[in-house]
């Protein structure tokens, strides 16, 4: 005897019984300090070994700030972070969303910095990291080709 359990009826009666995780609308570490965030606590941040801690940093300066400059070179020096083991995998994430938003309205020396990430992850020894870093490349190419 098979048992088949019914959430809902239909569609709207599912809509209707979802509900929101009462932690849901906290307010991340970083937008809790919006207004006093800085780039040298930022910074700190890159210096641990809290991988949650520095994506969320990354994450927060990709969407909250417009000094590119500042992201990708950060991004850059946290490829070679010895303290942090899965920094790189955080750089080649919020690095594939950069490119996707913000590559074609960037300057040339941002577009430089960005293929500058992109070669030092190629070189990375974690086998994963130079994968990512070729579908990095590609995205880049395609935007310039597309250009």
Same mark, same amino acid.
């Given at each position: 005897?098979?048992?088949?359990?019914?959430?809902?009826?239909?569609?709207?009666?599912?809509?209707?019984?979802?509900?929101e995780?009462?932690?849901?609308?906290?307010?991340?570490? &970083?937008? *809790? =300090?919006?207004? @006093?965030?800085?780039?040298? %606590?930022?910074e700190?941040?890159?210096k641990?070994?809290?991988?949650? +801690?520095?994506?969320?940093?990354?994450?927060?300066?990709f969407?909250?700030?417009?000094?590119?400059?500042?992201?990708?070179?950060?991004?850059?020096?946290?490829?070679?972070?010895?303290?942090?083991?899965?920094?790189p995998?955080?750089?080649?994430?919020? &690095?594939? *969303? =950069?490119?996707? @938003?913000?590559?074609?309205? %960037?300057?040339?020396?941002?577009k430089?910095?960005?293929?500058?990430? +992109?070669?030092?992850?190629?070189?990375?020894?974690?086998?994963?990291?130079?994968?990512?870093?070729?579908?990095?490349?590609?995205?880049?190419?395609?935007?310039?080709?597309?250009?």
């Amino acid at each position: 005897m098979e048992f088949e359990d019914v959430i809902a009826a239909n569609f709207d009666e599912l809509l209707n019984k979802l509900y929101e995780d009462d932690g849901s609308n906290d307010l991340t570490e &970083l937008d *809790k =300090f919006y207004d @006093s965030y800085t780039y040298e %606590e930022a910074e700190k941040f890159f210096k641990t070994d809290k991988v949650g +801690i520095i994506q969320e940093a990354l994450e927060y300066f990709f969407r909250h700030d417009d000094d590119s400059t500042w992201l990708l070179t950060n991004m850059e020096q946290l490829v070679h972070s010895k303290k942090a083991d899965f920094a790189p995998h955080v750089v080649a994430e919020v &690095l594939y *969303k =950069f490119i996707e @938003s913000k590559y074609d309205t %960037e300057s040339s020396e941002n577009k430089n910095l960005v293929r500058r990430v +992109i070669e030092q992850l190629v070189k990375h020894s974690d086998p994963v990291i130079p994968r990512y870093a070729k579908k990095l490349q590609k995205l880049v190419d395609g935007k310039e080709n597309k250009g």
